[in-house]
């Protein structure tokens, strides 16, 4: 069984009871925000290795490293092979700042895009526009209602109903 299906497994088993899988996130996210501080210290440096080598260099196990590697791989500029990945696959952590700011927005991770290393990859104002522009994209925005007697959206000036709105 490939590394993410047995991470998937033991992530979002319906059998656990929920006092389990809520230590579990726990401790992942921790480790999580863990790795990800260390990554932001040196944002342009690609961070390259075996699953295991990666788990070990982080401190964490081979599925904590696994789960990272799924939540990760949506911001990296060279995917990994996440879905065939084993203990030996050479993985990379190069990821897109201004992505990886987003997708963590996206995931409502605050204590992700909340660290302070992001303090040193982008000022506030990037950081806050970077925030608005994930926000915006996932905003449905409807268009106006147009009633038989506004002025017609075509511009001729006659009311909707003598115009376009003619059926």
Avoid at 46 to 61: H, N
Avoid at 80 to 109: H, Q
């Amino acid at each position: 069984m490939a590394l993410l299906e047995q991470w998937r497994a033991a992530a979002y088993n319906e059998q656990t009871d929920r006092n389990t899988l809520q230590q579990f996130w726990a401790a992942y996210f921790q480790k999580e925000k863990d790795i990800y501080a260390q990554l932001l210290k040196n944002p342009d440096e690609v961070v390259r290795g075996t699953v295991k080598d990666l788990a070990e260099k982080y401190g964490v196990s081979v599925m904590t490293m696994t789960g990272f590697l799924d939540g990760i791989n949506d911001s990296l500029i060279e995917a990994n092979p996440i879905e065939e990945m084993e203990e030996d696959t050479e993985v990379n952590l190069g990821f897109d700042k201004a992505l990886l700011y987003k997708n963590m927005v996206a995931a409502e991770a605050d204590w992700l895009y909340g660290l302070e290393e992001w303090e040193a990859i982008f000022d506030a104002d990037t950081r806050k526009t970077l925030y608005k522009e994930q926000k915006s994209s996932t905003t449905i925005v409807k268009e106006q209602k147009v009633y038989p007697n506004d002025p017609c959206p075509c511009g001729s000036g006659k009311k909707y109903k003598k115009c376009c709105g003619r059926k």
